[in-house]
């Protein structure tokens, strides 16, 4: 699922004979009379199985790829030269969770890569050297830890090109809130401290040689300050907005003076814009908005090789990318010639940018990649990340738009089954994590997987959502659950209904994060509306929720939680969160619910879920519970989703009458098994209920 963070900013199998045959007619849909018009059932593995190979990169010099990929059944690093087949490669670590990130020092002389345990986002960064021999017990060379302290989120700073043998990073050791600054040897883990945190301080900048140059800090009424880090150490502040205006550096120029900066802040602006900020005057320049004046500024691209600005990219109704330079033209020009329609990404470069690897997706495809040399013009497929995800079969997703009650125009995602006439259909809401985030178009496995079983998919981005400007975001202000951002969503419903598409007795609401406390305020403040729900990593109480985030989210609570929800310390506040908290009126909710979490999860406690299953299961509401114990927000692990996708699968076509595949693979059905939660053994956390 796309987004399911709350923020503050991871061997695809050949199609099951027979999971598509007559034999399964009676399990796969109330609706037989237009089932047999739907594309044929598409595993559930292909959707949430691992990527065949995904996460490409290329090192510095240009010679080798590296790419995530199974190894022991588990994804993780690979590298192989550029002129040999993906066959050739060879594993490069051996985690057992998932590997969520890596990228090449800039030497090229180790592969840097994050991990936790267990879901717990406590990172810790590793090394791992690609011309090491393999250790026997293993298969893969050996990995050096960093930043070896338990119970520390290490964050990576910078990188700099002028001293490619270290990395900035900052760690939460001294102070669990606040991340001290580090040098860091990659070769040896020698660790110096640069910057001790004593001020306060969220975030730091900076620049291209690896000095620290900005620091971000929240001020006392949510607002968010710039300081110019002096030689001295002292601080100066340079630039400053509202906690209803953003501001957040990305780059330094190459000049070394002034640095890029995305920002909203003024009266009279709107959307998001790329500046220049002069740190040493507070001076600040426009480089670019959108054209089209219908977004935010969505992202810069800047030369490896020259650190210049080359292009800017925009998320509007699709991609769209603007080019700097000639050179860029000519790379679009060819890339429009030669590549699929879809949204383009690089996933790597070379250090002199001669040669590129490029992502291109779409909403029928999770991405293909290819190597593009700048030299010959020549573009030539690597790999396709799902290669027997059958894309004929999929749903094609269109950008629609709807009114809200107050006339305010919401933007959604609408995905419907493939076949057959979008009238009278099964409805499954799918609303976004975050909740400061957004939908856009592409590939969603879960939009498809669910399109696939019979349903039409609405993903609506609802009032606070990001992207569309500062007004769109701030009208959600103290309205998320029963105010008007959860009433954009209900009146997609609505919307849906009036169209002809859905069926109103056969509406489910699913979603994770955010979206999973947008399900429980669904189907608690607005019962009549759907026939079941599906919360995932969910909120449930929204005074537990907040008084538990973890530390280091302090610096930044009083701008975004406390101001745009409520702060539980304030009376007023508290009461009215209790009032948003779906916990607290379990009386109301009528349909049955899967609920849905993993027990290591540190930003929505599993506190959240089993408060709710404990209240439902005093209420003699129907209620399923599943607990994955290695995961965390959200689940990573393939045998987790696919578990999870079978226990959905069949709980939504329970309660709505889509498809279900009846066939499931025997390890998937164990691990079902095993994280399948017997309700009545669920114990309630104290205190559960906080209403003085």
């Known amino acids: 699922m796309k987004r399911l963070l709350f923020l503050l900013p991871i061997v695809c199998l050949a199609i099951l004979a027979g999971c598509s045959s007559s034999s399964d007619t009676d399990e796969q849909s109330a609706a037989t009379e237009v089932a047999g018009q739907l594309p044929p059932l598409i595993d559930r593995e292909l959707f949430f199985g691992d990527p065949e190979i995904s996460g490409s990169n290329l090192s510095p010099d240009g010679r080798f790829v590296s790419f995530l990929k199974p190894y022991n059944g588990v994804r993780n ?7 040999e087949p993906f066959a050739n490669a060879k594993p490069m670590t051996a985690d057992e969770r998932p590997v969520p990130g890596y990228f090449w020092s800039r030497d090229g002389k180790f592969l840097l890569y994050v991990q936790d345990k267990g879901g717990n986002e406590n990172y810790h960064v590793y090394s791992v050297d690609p011309s090491a021999a393999p250790a026997t017990d293993t298969g893969v060379p050996v990995a050096t830890d960093l930043t070896p302290i338990e119970g520390v989120r290490a964050i990576i700073y910078s990188v700099p090109k002028s001293q490619p043998d270290v990395m900035i990073v900052g760690l939460n050791d001294r102070d669990p809130s606040l991340h001290d600054v580090y040098k860091i040897s990659i070769a040896t883990g020698e660790r110096l401290l640069m910057l001790q945190n004593d001020q306060g301080i969220g975030a730091y900048q900076f620049d291209l040689e690896g000095n620290p140059r900005l620091a971000m800090r929240q001020m006392p009424d949510g607002g968010t300050e710039l300081l110019r880090i002096d030689t001295d150490g002292s601080l100066t502040r340079v630039f400053d907005c509202t906690y209803e205006e953003a501001a957040y550096p990305v780059r330094f120029h190459k000049d070394g003076k ?4 995305i920002t909203n802040r003024g009266a009279d602006v709107d959307l998001t814009r790329l500046m220049l900020l002069d740190p040493e005057t507070g001076d600040v320049e426009l480089v670019e908005s959108d054209p089209q004046q219908q977004v935010d500024f969505g992202g810069p691209i800047f030369s490896e090789a020259t650190d210049e600005l080359i292009a800017t990219a925009y998320m509007g109704d699709r991609q769209r990318i603007y080019p700097r330079n000639e050179q860029v033209k000519r790379d679009l020009a060819i890339f429009k010639e030669k590549l699929p329609e879809g949204s383009l990404r690089v996933t790597g470069t070379s250090r002199d940018m001669n040669l590129m690897l490029v992502g291109i997706g779409s909403d029928v495809d999770p991405g293909s990649v290819y190597l593009y040399d700048r030299r010959t013009g020549e573009v030539t497929l690597q790999y396709r990340s799902r290669p027997d995800l059958p894309s004929e079969n999929l749903a094609s997703c269109k950008v629609v738009r709807y009114p809200a009650r107050d006339g305010l125009e919401i933007p959604a995602l609408l995905t419907l089954p493939q076949g057959i006439e979008a009238k009278n259909l099964p409805v499954v809401i799918v609303p976004h994590g975050g909740p400061w985030a957004r939908d856009v178009w592409g590939y969603d496995p879960y939009a498809q997987f669910l399109a696939n079983r019979g349903y039409a998919v609405l993903q609506p981005n609802f009032r606070g959502s990001t992207g569309y400007g500062k007004k769109f975001t701030n009208a959600a202000t103290h309205t998320w659950g029963t105010g008007a951002a ?6 997609g419903v609505q919307w849906l209904i009036d169209q002809g598409i859905a069926a109103p007795d056969q509406i489910g609401i699913f979603g994770g994060s955010y979206g999973g406390y ?11 509306l759907y026939a079941c729900g599906v919360p995932y990593v969910a909120p449930s109480n929204l005074i537990t929720l907040i008084e538990s985030f973890p530390e280091y989210w302090k610096p930044w609570l009083e701008g975004t939680w406390y101001k745009k929800w409520g702060n539980p310390n304030i009376e007023g506040d508290r009461l009215e969160l209790i009032a948003r908290s779906p916990l607290f009126k379990v009386d109301q909710i009528e349909c049955p619910l899967l609920v849905i979490h993993g027990a290591n999860d540190p930003r929505v406690k ?6 709710i299953v404990v209240a439902l299961r005093l209420k003699d509401k129907p209620v399923e519970y599943l607990v994955a114990p290695d995961e965390g927000h959200g689940y990573r692990a393939p045998n987790n989703r696919k578990a999870l996708a079978v226990a959905m699968e069949r709980f939504l076509a329970k309660h709505l009458g889509g498809r279900v595949q009846t066939d ?3 390890e998937t059905a ?8 017997d309700v009545s053994q669920v114990e309630a956390p104290e205190p559960m209920v906080q209403t003085d």
Do not use: C, N
């Open 486 to 491: 959860q009433h954009d969503i209900t009146d």
């Open 258 to 261: 002034r640095v890029y900066l």
């Open 664 to 666: 499931v693979r025997p």
């Open 77 to 83: 690093i690979w590298v192989k030269r550029i002129d």
């Open 606 to 611: 599993q506190r959240e879920s089993d408060q």
């Open 670 to 677: 164990q691990r079902l098994e095993e994280i399948t939660v």
């Open 518 to 528: 947008a399900t429980l305020a669904g189907v608690t403040y607005t019962p009549d």
